[in-house]
């Protein structure tokens, strides 16, 4: 035998050009498949003449063990930077015991080839046992292959322990299967839909391609006590399977070799590259990346209903409770469907001719939340050329769509009219948008699925026990023509797929047509082309003291009646749910209703006053019952302070602060830290003085803290109540409860002028990282002086960055500009932050203004040049 360090040299000089020869070709040909069987073979030269030179010189010895590919590798499937899934298969713990040194120096010699092995070591007899928190390791086997050993001993696993062990156990193995699969699908949302997506894990990738095969196999295999002589999936599916797979195989190829590691994620460089090398697509012509993921995601799609399709349909894959649901849960009677297993299918398939019968369908499982049928959705895709030369149109139409769009399923019948090419069939005006990538890293999904998510989260609040979900549910209930606000949300955004402008407009005027065709009543018209152009409205006031009477004032004078006010908390609530599921803050869900009470009162001020009554006077009457024996120190804390204060904190937390209040001529900085359900809360209560929320917000940026809000206030005597909001990125004070103190301890110091907090900044930048931008936004300084009669407005959005908010308000100090309230928000990468400002007790003049722009600019073009 060959000695160990020569092998070795060869082998991985062996396996660095293989794999660069491996890699030339597929730039020059982008042939994924290729690759996978080339690497799999070049893996399998290594093994094989490490087996001849550690175990054997007999490829067929030592009896009583056998090396096995499986998983992956098993299949074939072994991509540029996979682990390599190898099975020591022994006959008995005697030959475990006598190979193990042999196994353990052939494995160690793997891993001085830097080959990312993933071994396992199983006596035969184990493999008999279905182990329910690894049922991995069974699947695995699934795909198993005979390497080099014995042969007999591998028989005996592949043509008999395999087979029995699936006829006794399909039902747990399916079921596990399927519940991890269903847990996964949960992890991304439910949908393929997301913009950067993961070509393995999301919906619709390469690791559903393999749960179709699994549990066809499994089904087969226990069902004929062996394995089956032809691919178990029917010709048809098993056609667009593998036209989806070898797309899916090309692309992670791809990625492999642009990362250089084993990272499966679309990221938006990779889909400009992928696209201008029609990676998968060799045929097409040039392609856009909103082209080239329109590919993606129509093959990622059909993988997706696949598998969501065997799940339904294979029994053995039913969650136990569901399963016994199922013997007793009364089924949908409809003469033109039957339904099996919460499948429609079609009494007679002629019947799709009708488009109106075609309608009806959509709307009978938006109605009972069931799924179509593999033949049922064949035969709907054999209509659609038909039903493409004379589509329904007019108020018929309109009539089915909004019936199915109040149906508490809507959603799901939307997707499935969607991936069957049918909505934008019916509505031609959805198809700009159609898996429309739109690059602004706060939104999460295309701007199809957000449509269709916005739908989705408005019907689910009836089921929501969350307190904000049940307000806005009975907001929904009160509505007089839901159906108008369902059409908006389908409609709002179709203007992003028109290059160019205002979206906002384009939207409204694509709206426009897609009415004219359904013979939309001109008033209904009004109402949709309304929410449409003032859907992001509301937003927009959020960057305002929403307490001030008169920025509730203009609000609700610009959408003028109680309904379309309404509709409009709604449309705001559904399109800030559906961006990412972190977009609606518990922050943001109070502040729109509070602005929707505020607007109401004011359209309503003679109707309902019981519910709309005025929230001052009760939490006035609440804190003199809490304070009966300090009367004189409540009015004289409470005077002055203006009514946010009062709205924005209960009568609990006046009263907490107004007892720190009273510690200040002990400690005149008073400091208490809470941690609530999502961000932590930092109170400060103290006596008024130039750059005290600069300091506060500098202490929280060289602590590594992410400020999501601010509030700061002031009474008639200086005395100063400021409240910030952070997220704790690096855990510190999670994980470190000693910390607490020298975090406060720290804040006081700062305050105090005790501390060196420049030094303090300087140490966290020196110990951070530089960020890396995906998107640029660029910084803007706007004033506004018509919002507040007091006030001037000053709005900053800036790319956000630690640092960001104290660089802000020290630049305010340094202009000698007071803030009144400090209104912080962040979308993605993008900071929104907005202050109400006073110089000398008044407005800021036009010339400082000015001056305050040029120093804010400049200030922050040094923060990021010094990130």
Excluded at 241 to 267: M, P, T
Excluded at 737 to 745: A, G, T, V
């Amino acid at each position: 035998m060959m000695a160990a360090s020569p092998l070795i040299d060869e082998l991985r000089n062996f396996l660095t050009d293989g794999s660069e020869r491996i890699a030339v070709g597929f730039r020059s040909t982008g042939n994924g498949g290729s690759v996978l069987a080339q690497h799999t073979r070049l893996i399998e030269e290594i093994l094989t003449r490490l087996w001849h030179d550690f175990v054997s010189s007999d490829e067929t010895a030592p009896r009583g063990l056998a090396l096995v590919a499986t998983g992956g590798f098993g299949r074939g499937w072994l991509f540029p930077h996979s682990d390599i899934d190898l099975l020591f298969l022994y006959a008995d713990s005697r030959s475990e015991e006598a190979h193990k040194d042999t196994i353990r120096h052939f494995s160690q010699e793997l891993w001085d080839l830097k080959v990312k092995l993933s071994p396992a070591s199983r006596v035969v007899v184990e493999c008999d046992r279905l182990d329910p928190n690894n049922t991995e390791f069974t699947i695995s086997l699934l795909d198993c292959r005979y390497l080099a050993g014995d042969r007999e001993l591998f028989l005996r696993l592949h043509d008999k322990v395999i087979p029995k062990l699936l006829a006794r156990e399909a039902r747990p193995l399916l079921q596990g299967l399927a519940d991890v699969t269903r847990a996964r699908h949960a992890r991304f949302g439910e949908t393929v839909f997301h913009l950067e997506p993961n070509v393995k894990e999301t919906p619709g990738g390469l690791r559903d391609c393999n749960v179709a095969c699994w549990l066809a196999q499994i089904s087969a295999i226990s069902k004929l006590g062996g394995w089956p002589d032809a691919r178990s999936l029917p010709v048809p599916v098993r056609r667009q399977l593998d036209n989806a797979r070898e797309f899916l195989i090309a692309v992670r190829c791809f990625l492999h070799y642009q990362y250089g590691r084993d990272d499966n994620a679309l990221s938006w460089e990779t889909q400009d590259e992928a696209a201008a090398r029609r990676i998968g697509a060799a045929d097409a012509g040039e392609l856009s990346a909103a082209d080239w993921m329109r590919i993606y995601f129509g093959h990622a799609g059909a993988v997706q209903r696949m598998v969501t399709q065997l799940l339904e349909e294979i029994p053995e894959a039913w969650a136990s409770i569901r399963r016994q649901f199922r013997g007793v849960k009364s089924r949908p009677a409809n003469p033109d469907f039957s339904v099996v297993d919460d499948m429609i299918v079609l009494q007679q398939s002629s019947s799709l001719r009708d488009p109106e019968m075609l309608l009806r369908l959509f709307h009978f499982m938006a109605q009972h939340g069931l799924k179509l049928g593999a033949t049922t959705e064949q035969r709907i895709e054999q209509q659609l050329p038909t039903l493409a030369v004379t589509p329904p149109r007019g108020a018929e139409l309109w009539l089915y769509l909004q019936e199915t769009l109040l149906q508490p399923h809507a959603a799901e019948a939307l997707r499935a009219m969607h991936s069957l090419r049918l909505l934008t069939l019916l509505l031609p005006e959805l198809k700009p948008i159609d898996s429309l990538v739109v690059r602004d890293f706060y939104h999460r999904f295309t701007v199809d699925e957000h449509s269709i998510l916005a739908i989705e989260s408005l019907h689910r609040l009836k089921e929501s026990r969350s307190e904000w979900d049940r307000r806005y549910a009975e907001l929904l209930s009160e509505l007089e023509d839901p159906e108008l606000l369902y059409l908006t949300l389908l409609l709002h955004d179709t203007g992003k797929g028109v290059p160019g402008g205002n979206h906002i407009e384009a939207s409204a005027e694509i709206a426009s047509r897609c009415m004219d065709r359904l013979d939309v009543d001109p008033e209904e018209r009004a109402e949709v082309l309304f929410l449409i152009l003032n859907h992001l409205e509301m937003s927009a006031q959020l960057r305002r003291d929403i307490f001030n009477p008169e920025t509730v004032a203009a609000f609700a004078e610009k959408v003028g009646t109680p309904e379309r006010l309404k509709m409009l908390c709604l449309l705001t609530y559904a399109d800030i749910k559906a961006v990412n599921p972190e977009a609606l803050t518990p922050w943001k869900a109070e502040n729109i209703w509070q602005l929707y009470i505020g607007a109401a009162n004011y359209l309503n001020r003679s109707a309902d006053q019981r519910v709309h009554n005025d929230a001052n006077g009760e939490k006035l009457a609440r804190l003199r019952s809490l304070a009966p024996v300090t009367g004189a120190k409540f009015k004289e804390f409470v005077e002055g302070f203006p009514q946010r204060y009062l709205q924005v904190h209960s009568a609990e937390e006046v009263m907490r602060h107004m007892q720190m209040a009273e510690g200040l001529g002990l400690q005149p900085v008073q400091v208490d830290l809470k941690r609530g359900r999502h961000w932590y809360e930092l109170i400060l209560v103290t006596r008024d003085r130039p750059s005290l929320f600069a300091t506060l917000t500098g202490v929280l940026a060289a602590w590594g803290m992410n400020i999501v809000k601010a509030n700061a206030f002031s009474n008639l005597g200086g005395t100063v109540v400021d409240t910030l909001y952070f997220t704790d990125h690096f855990r510190t004070l999670e994980l470190n409860l000693s910390e607490w103190e020298r975090f406060k301890s720290s804040a006081v110091a700062a305050l105090s002028g005790q501390a060196d907090l420049e030094r303090m900044l300087r140490d966290r930048q020196r110990g951070g990282k530089n960020l890396r931008v995906k998107v640029v936004v660029e910084t803007r300084v706007d004033f506004d002086d018509e919002s507040s009669s007091t006030s001037t407005l000053l709005q900053v959005i800036a790319q956000d960055r630690p640092r960001l908010l104290h660089c802000i308000s020290s630049c305010l100090s340094i202009q000698h500009c007071n803030i009144e309230i400090a209104l912080i928000d962040t979308e993605g990468p993008m900071a929104i932050d907005t202050f109400y400002l006073t110089s000398e007790g008044k407005k800021l003049p036009p010339e400082k203004q000015m001056n305050v722009r040029q120093a804010l600019l400049s200030a922050i073009k040094s923060l990021v040049a010094g990130s």
